[in-house]
């Protein structure tokens, strides 16, 4: 069993910048893919970015450029750097880990984007 633990959302304005950290309890970066997605009201979940156990990376169009995963092996932690955020960026963001035979997820947190 993998607990995940988000943190870092919150209230930013439109411009803005946060960084999500999603703590794994033990380590797991070797056997699974990171993924960061989110969900808004009314919406469907949308896949926002990807750190495969080789270390590369993958992002929805439409946060390309703005948004960075990364992760620290040392700390089991997985973060995600969100620059010049929009309004359309909010959501409840969840940290997921998926392996062949496994999945995760944490609990989510808000991110609200607006003045």
């Known amino acids: 069993q993998v607990q995940l633990v988000e943190s870092g959302g919150g209230l930013v304005q439109p411009g803005g910048s946060l960084r999500l950290s999603c703590a794994a309890s033990?380590?797991?970066?070797?056997?699974?893919?990171m993924n960061w997605y989110r969900q808004a009201p009314g919406k469907q979940r949308e896949l926002v970015a990807s750190?495969?156990?080789?270390?590369?990376?993958n992002y929805a169009d439409s946060v390309k450029g703005r948004f960075t995963i990364s992760r620290d092996n040392t700390k089991n932690t997985v973060y995600l750097q969100m620059n010049s955020l929009k309004p359309e960026d909010t959501a409840i963001y969840h940290c997921?880990?998926?392996?062949?035979?496994?999945?995760?997820w944490g609990q989510g947190t808000q991110v609200t984007v607006s003045s």
């Open positions: 750190i495969n156990n080789g270390g590369r990376t």
């Open positions: 997921n880990a998926r392996s062949i035979a496994f999945d995760y």
């Open positions: 033990r380590s797991i970066f070797s056997i699974y893919t």
